[in-house]
């Protein structure tokens, strides 16, 4: 039930990317503490609600290609997947939902959102790269007795197939984006300008 990103919608993904400048060029830090010379911002194109809804039906393609459905509820982690867990689930006639970060640590439901134990619910996230937000809500839905169906991304930038292990993934674009710890930079090296924290997590001190 595990799908490899799809050619044709990667590719169109990838172009929609750059069409929003949602691809950035330059030097970064990461969540990590690591650096790289790019960084995909997907909250540039999910700004634009026809693009959105685009990516979102051909992801949800790949999970009924898959034959991962039916699916009762999208989850994703806020604020990156807040969009895209509304217009995942509309296009595939589920609930969307997002899970919020507590100040102590891991992820919780709010604002009334619910999900029961039994129902078929699916992770989603824009970008993974070390999976941690998306891990965090898989441990959330264990504890509530919904463990996930699987998990899905517009893009995947871990560097494998497989990232969540034996959980089943799916995902529109594999991107490689080559990244080093801070004293092997080459970006550093060359003397390039202070690296910059574009995401929404804050990196670690």
Not at 15 to 28: K, P, S
Not at 101 to 121: D, I, M, N, Q, S
Not at 137 to 154: F, R
Not at 164 to 171: A, K, V
Request: hydrophobic share 45%; charged share 25%.
């Amino acid at each position: 039930m595990e799908a490899a990103a799809a050619v044709e919608p990667g590719r169109r993904l990838e172009e929609a990317l750059r069409a929003t400048g949602a691809l950035l060029e330059g030097h970064f830090l990461l969540s990590s503490g690591r650096h790289a010379g790019r960084y995909v911002q997907c909250a540039r194109l999910l700004q634009h609600p026809e693009r959105a809804e685009a990516a979102c039906r051909d992801l949800a393609g790949i999970l009924e290609e898959a034959g991962a459905g039916p699916v009762d509820a999208v989850v994703g982690p806020a604020m990156g997947a807040v969009v895209l867990a509304h217009e995942l689930a509309r296009a595939l006639g589920a609930r969307g939902l997002f899970a919020e970060r507590l100040a102590e640590g891991g992820f919780a439901l709010r604002r009334g959102f619910e999900v029961k134990p039994g129902e078929r619910v699916l992770v989603c996230e824009d970008v993974v790269t070390t999976g941690r937000s998306a891990r965090e809500v898989l441990e959330m839905l264990d504890e509530i007795g919904a463990p996930a169906l699987g998990v899905a991304s517009l893009v995947n930038r871990s560097g494998g197939p497989r990232p969540f292990g034996e959980l089943p993934y799916f995902r529109l674009l594999d991107l490689e984006v080559p990244s080093w710890e801070p004293q092997n930079c080459p970006l550093c090296a060359a003397g390039a300008e202070p690296p910059v924290k574009p995401g929404s997590r804050p990196a670690p001190s």
